[in-house]
């Protein structure tokens, strides 16, 4: 019900754009989110939009990547700027209906998730 895409190769300083669009769920009833997982690591979170509207971003992230939506195709977007080596990671988008506002920066709460997008920000 989630399909992610928009992954690719850049170098540090650069930007990219992940997109991920949700079959089934409406922005009014399911919570997004963003999760990244690097090799050999657990997956974190990144960045997320709750039902209400509002934008939750890891500290590792914040000022540099941006949750956006797009209504009409039900798309959600993480436009990610200032890229560095260590965001090199693979990037899962995830949705929620139940997920309270305390639990979305945990993976557990997600009950949809996409497939994956990788993203490598080269030195």
């Known amino acids: 019900q989630l399909q992610a895409s928009g992954g690719g190769l850049v170098t540090a300083g650069g930007s990219l754009t992940l997109s991920c669009a949700a079959f089934?769920?409406?922005?009014?009833?399911?919570?997004r989110a963003w999760f990244r997982q690097a090799p050999g690591k657990e997956r974190e979170f990144v960045a997320a939009r709750t039902r209400s509207g509002a934008l939750l971003y890891s500290d590792s992230v914040k000022g540099r990547f941006t949750v956006s939506r797009d209504t009409a195709k039900n798309t959600i977007s993480l436009q990610m700027n200032s890229l560095k080596p260590e965001d090199t990671a693979v990037y899962y988008c995830?949705?929620?209906?139940?997920?309270?506002?305390?639990?979305?920066?945990?993976?557990?709460?997600?009950?949809?998730w996409g497939q994956g997008t990788e993203v490598t920000v080269s030195s």
């Open positions: 089934g769920l409406s922005f009014s009833t399911s919570s």
């Open positions: 995830a949705a929620t209906v139940r997920g309270i506002l305390s639990a979305l920066r945990t993976s557990g709460t997600y009950e949809y």
